[in-house]
């Protein structure tokens, strides 16, 4: 029976079947990219996604292990797309400006569900930022570029963001504490995707889940590409909105910790 391309580079250590099998995954990597460029503002180069994906599949090559009984493409997506992700946040590629206008936006969402007791709408959300309806999709639809790969919350510390990926730690080293937080943080997360509007809940779930792009989430929708944009953006104030309060709560870390003690 022959041997996993992989399998065999591992045994024998042979550059050529190396070779092989980066350029047998180069067009997934290529495809990652492309799918991931689609997301962002334009002048972020994709050439650039691309490097951050090739250096991904090259460590995931060095990283994999057969015993694990998963398929080495399946494994190589996972470390390919993490890579280009990883790179986008080094890189700082979104505008303090639109950064800045994004919190206000949370800010007013949060404020106003305060008052009123309830997720307010689009209209009751442009109001209390005292901005047009086509004013406020507008700029959600600009603020839809920062949403990519992360969701990031305001620290009551200092001030500074937090990126949630930061609590949901993957290391296969990883104590039973923080096994405990990444589940419930997950448990978090579900039940505040739960709890959106139903258009909201598909978009996500079309977007993330199936991987189809706005243009094609659109049209399974029946909805324009922009409008598509702007639910998505919205959908991300709500969900920040509702885990900024648990996490100045601290109601994640107090939960792993109670279970820790158990």
């Known amino acids: 029976m022959s041997k996993?391309?992989?399998?065999?580079?591992?045994?024998?250590g042979s550059d050529a079947e190396r070779e092989r099998v980066l350029m047998e995954q180069l067009p997934q990597v290529k495809y990652i990219a492309r799918r991931i460029h689609e997301r962002l503002p334009r002048h972020v180069p994709l050439e650039d996604l691309v490097h951050a994906g090739v250096l991904g599949l090259i460590d995931a090559l060095n990283k994999f292990d057969q015993s694990k009984h998963v398929q080495f493409s399946s494994y190589a997506k996972f470390r390919i797309r993490g890579a280009i992700l990883d790179s986008l946040r080094e890189l700082d590629w979104s505008p303090r400006e639109l950064r800045r206008k994004g919190?206000?936006?949370?800010q007013a969402y949060s404020q106003l569900s305060g008052k009123l007791g309830r997720a307010p709408n689009e209209n009751e959300l442009a109001q209390e930022l005292g901005l047009e309806l086509r004013e406020l999709q507008s700029l959600l639809a600009e603020l839809d570029g920062l949403e990519l790969g992360s969701l990031r919350v305001e620290s009551s510390?200092?001030?500074?963001e937090e990126d949630l990926t930061d609590y949901v730690p993957g290391a296969p080293e990883e104590t039973p504490f923080f096994s405990c937080l990444r589940s419930e943080m997950k448990h978090l997360l579900a039940d505040a995707i739960a709890e959106l509007p139903e258009k909201e809940r598909r978009v996500l779930a079309l977007y993330y889940y199936e991987e189809l792009t706005m243009k094609e989430v659109g049209a399974v929708l029946g909805i324009g590409e922009s409008r598509v944009?702007?639910?998505?953006?919205l959908a991300m104030v709500r969900l920040r909105a509702r885990l900024n309060g648990l996490l100045v709560s601290g109601e994640p870390g107090k939960r792993a910790k109670a279970a820790g003690t158990t």
Do not use: K, M
Not at 6 to 12: D, P, T, W
Not at 103 to 106: A, D, G, H, T
Not at 157 to 160: A, F, I, M, T, V
């Open 103 to 106: 919190r206000l936006v949370e």
């Open 4 to 12: 996993h391309p992989v399998q065999a580079y591992n045994e024998v």
């Open 157 to 160: 510390r200092d001030g500074r």
């Open 229 to 233: 944009s702007q639910i998505h953006s």
